[in-house]
């Protein structure tokens, strides 16, 4: 069978140095990262401040419309930030938390840095009801659609678990959100550039996600979407002197929020990271979420078969509807023998409790996932 996706390896340097299978946590470098990184420090030394008219300026919200474009946002409704960390946060901030609505609703598998900033809010009035996975790779829907009543202010879950790879039905956890009341943040990281989305048709309220991982943009380009309607009503706390209207201004009185998407910004943008991230965006977008989510089935399919020949538990759901991009195997040493796979160039990652993480992505080849089953088994 010929795989056209493999027409952009060569795009990928590292691919042909190493058996790449770690996208899910750090996606491989475009070759044309490099010449943007290059340009930004042109842009720097030779037009100085000037960069800043000359494109600086607008590129959080122009960045960001290339993300919107992968998943299914309108120009502004997305805009860059250093980190889901400080999106979360922003998002969190736009409400009050003293009230009677003051509930927030999540799971535990949720990723822990948003639980953290949830924590934090526990301070501040709100209460937080964290539903419990019972098997580690699942969250129970009943549960956690039972849990979301009249007084919850915020609904907030992974569109893809971070460490067994499941895939939820955000759409069913947004209409109940809205049927009473409440709004919902998705933790799109690890769907965004390998899961089809649209955060219209999924009726979101806010999405965060960062690039370092399928959109092959590198770290420090977070991102936060936010459905253009909920604009006026949000006044985020966590803000800074480019979220105001008149920024230049520099006036010490009241804060006034600027009109557009630039009232969800606070300080100076990392502009750098920008650079970076773009080409790994045009990537995504020339080669299509669809045919990615194709291969990436028919690929993790073919992983699973070849883990359970060799007799590894998986930790991943096994249906293909279910799953994201990732597997996960649960080997004795897992730690241990990642570490080793990593001497010998097979580059993987290792979470404790849930295990070895092994993700094709469209470049790979499918001989990789025969090199790898074999190695984890030489390192055993
Ligand atoms: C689902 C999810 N959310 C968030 C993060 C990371 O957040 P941050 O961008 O704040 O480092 C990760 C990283 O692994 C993740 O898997």
Wanted: proline share 5%; aromatic share 8%.
């Amino acid at each position: 069978m010929t795989d056209d996706l493999l027409a952009w390896r060569k795009e990928f340097p590292i691919l042909e140095r190493t058996v790449y299978l770690i996208s899910h946590s750090l996606g491989a470098m475009p070759a044309r990262t490099r010449e943007n990184l290059a340009a930004y420090a042109e842009a720097w030394d030779t037009r100085g401040i000037r960069a800043w008219e000359e494109g600086w300026w607008d590129m959080p919200v122009r960045t960001g419309d290339l993300i919107g474009g992968i998943i299914g946002a309108a120009p502004g409704e997305v805009v860059m930030q250093p980190n889901v960390s400080i999106c979360q946060s922003i998002v969190v901030s736009c409400f009050d938390w003293n009230g009677k609505r003051n509930k927030i609703v999540t799971d535990d598998l949720n990723f822990p840095s948003n639980l953290y900033v949830y924590q934090g809010l526990e301070r501040t009035g709100a209460r937080l009801e964290t539903v419990h996975s019972r098997d580690g790779i699942t969250v129970p829907m009943e549960e956690l659609l039972a849990a979301i009543d009249e007084e919850t202010q915020l609904v907030s879950v992974s569109h893809v678990i971070y460490r067994s790879s499941y895939l939820q039905d955000i759409g069913a956890i947004a209409r109940r959100a809205h049927e009473v009341g409440a709004k919902i943040v998705a933790d799109i990281y690890h769907s965004a550039g390998t899961v089809p989305l649209d955060v219209h048709a999924l009726a979101l309220d806010f999405a965060t996600g960062g690039s370092v991982k399928w959109l092959c943009g590198g770290p420090g380009a977070g991102y936060v979407y936010i459905r253009r309607s909920l604009w006026p009503e949000l006044k985020p706390r966590v803000t800074g002197w480019v979220a105001h209207k008149s920024p230049f201004a520099f006036d010490p009185g009241a804060m006034e929020y600027a009109g557009d998407s630039f009232r969800f910004l606070n300080g100076t943008p990392a502009i750098p990271a920008l650079y970076a991230a773009r080409a790994g965006y045009e990537i995504i977008s020339e080669v299509g979420v669809e045919r990615i989510r194709a291969k990436s089935m028919r690929q993790t399919r073919r992983l699973i078969e070849l883990a359970q020949e060799a007799g590894f538990a998986v930790r991943s759901p096994l249906c293909a509807d279910e799953r994201g991009g990732t597997v996960v195997i649960d080997v004795p040493r897992g730690g241990e023998i990642t570490q080793e796979l990593s001497r010998r160039d097979f580059l993987v990652d290792y979470r404790p409790g849930a295990g070895i993480r092994v993700a094709p992505h469209f470049y790979t080849r499918d001989e990789e996932l025969e090199l790898v089953i074999r190695e984890i088994g030489r390192c055993g």
